[in-house]
């Protein structure tokens, strides 16, 4: 059987491939690409601030996230984790200021639970 495999001509789906010539992207690339095709989709360019965040680039999620923010002013989620890269950071004042917006926004759009948690990462602010 193995001979018989191994005279068999190399169909179309049988093709070694070089790893080398595959390059996969990377969740980074991917996110950027979707962001730069749909820049209003908040939900792409949230991923893209967390990415950013989880990389340690912070300066490039903190574009991001103000995006997110300022195309897309009702994505609650945005307010918290922005916040969050702020006071680690050590902006706490822009922390609060981004926490309190944020909770605000959570009260008009019913989002009781992330009110909830944004107002308890306040308080660990004051």
Do not use: W
């Not at 001509?9 to 690409?33: I, V």
């Not at 959570?106 to 948690?117: L, S, V, Y």
């Amino acid at each position: 059987m193995a001979e018989q495999l191994a005279l068999r001509p190399a169909g179309r789906y049988n093709r070694s491939l070089d790893p080398m010539a595959q390059t996969q992207k990377s969740r980074r690339e991917m996110l950027e690409q979707f962001v730069a095709q749909k820049p209003a989709d908040a939900f792409a360019r949230y991923g893209l601030a967390l990415e950013c965040v989880k990389l340690g680039d912070d300066s490039a999620a903190e574009i991001h996230f103000r995006k997110l923010i300022e195309t897309n002013s009702l994505y609650v989620a945005g307010y918290f984790q922005f916040g969050q890269l702020l006071s680690r950071l050590g902006r706490l004042d822009e922390a609060r200021k981004t926490l309190s917006d944020g909770i605000v926004v959570a009260q008009k759009t019913g989002d009781i639970h992330a009110r909830d948690e944004m107002q308890a990462a306040l308080t660990l602010l004051r």
